[in-house]
């Protein structure tokens, strides 16, 4: 019975950081994915973690024991948190390039998150969603979320590295890290827009004849679009340097929490 209770109170720590990740993380957070599966598959992945690491673990069930839960749901929240503003690059550019080309305004019902979400990002998002799935980044996310025992083991101090302020540097330099990133995706698009407009400017000037009203948000449109079918064959590398950033942000918190546990 003894060596029953240490084992559920082990398994049941993995699960609940497992099942916090696949709440936040992108893919598995899916309206589209149904609870049952999500709640089912969480507790696979937990069992054979718990086999491979939680086996040698030990661990008193007393009350310190909730803090620990709390903890465990926090550091799967705060993985998936990571791999989650790394997929909001996307969106975030499509909502730069709409507000340009006019489509601000055209915002449609994601049905994978039940959001309101842009015109373009939702494309791009998709696009992504599917590279993402190609090159089998669902499984290098999944390969990691179980190395981060070896990294994070379950008696961390995670709590530590929140109070130290370390983490919170981290969340706000990696959300700026991504923020500049989804400026960059959409500057092409964006400074085309741009220069449509001046010369829509000079056309005002020189032919005050011409609705530049009428005329610019037809032309914006058709430039926008003419200017994504030139880029969509580059986005295949793009994306695939966005997810090589997240595998490295992921790596980079695992080496923060890390070095807590070293004297």
């Known amino acids: 019975m003894e060596l029953f209770l240490n084992g559920f109170a082990i398994f049941l720590l993995i699960f609940c950081r497992i099942t916090s990740f696949f709440v936040v993380a992108p893919l598995f957070s899916t309206r589209n994915v149904p ?8 507790f696979i992945i937990s069992l ?17 024991y909730i803090v620990t839960i709390i903890r465990e749901i926090a550091a799967g929240v705060l993985l998936g948190f990571v791999v989650y503003l790394f997929f909001t690059i996307v969106q975030t550019a499509g909502a730069f390039v709409d507000m340009q080309m ?12 039940g959001t309101s979400a842009p015109l373009l990002g939702n494309f791009k998002y998709a696009i992504s969603i599917l590279i993402f799935l190609s090159i089998n980044g669902h499984h290098f996310m999944l390969q990691a979320l179980m190395r981060s025992y070896e990294w994070i083991p ?20 990696t959300f700026t890290y991504t923020f500049m990133l989804s400026l960059q995706l959409a500057a092409p698009l964006v400074v ?11 056309l005002a000037r020189t ?10 948000i037809p032309l914006k ?16 590398a793009i994306f695939e340097h966005l997810f090589t950033e997240m595998f490295a942000a992921l790596e980079k918190l695992f080496g923060i929490l890390q070095n807590s546990n070293m004297p």
């Open 154 to 173: 379950l008696s961390n101090e995670l709590f530590a590295r929140i109070y130290d302020g370390n983490i919170a540097h981290f969340l706000v330099q």
């Open 207 to 216: 032919a005050p004849q011409f609705n530049v009203f009428v005329i610019g």
């Open 35 to 42: 609870t049952s599966f999500k709640i089912g598959f969480g």
């Open 48 to 64: 054979l973690i718990f086999f491979a690491y939680g086996v040698k673990q030990t661990i008193v069930p007393d009350a310190e």
């Open 192 to 202: 085309a827009m741009f220069l449509t407009d001046v010369g829509l400017g000079f």
């Open 221 to 236: 449109i058709l430039v926008g679009f003419l200017l994504l079918g030139m880029l969509m064959p580059g986005l295949l």
């Open 102 to 113: 006019g489509f601000g305004m055209a915002n449609v019902i994601d049905p994978m998150s």
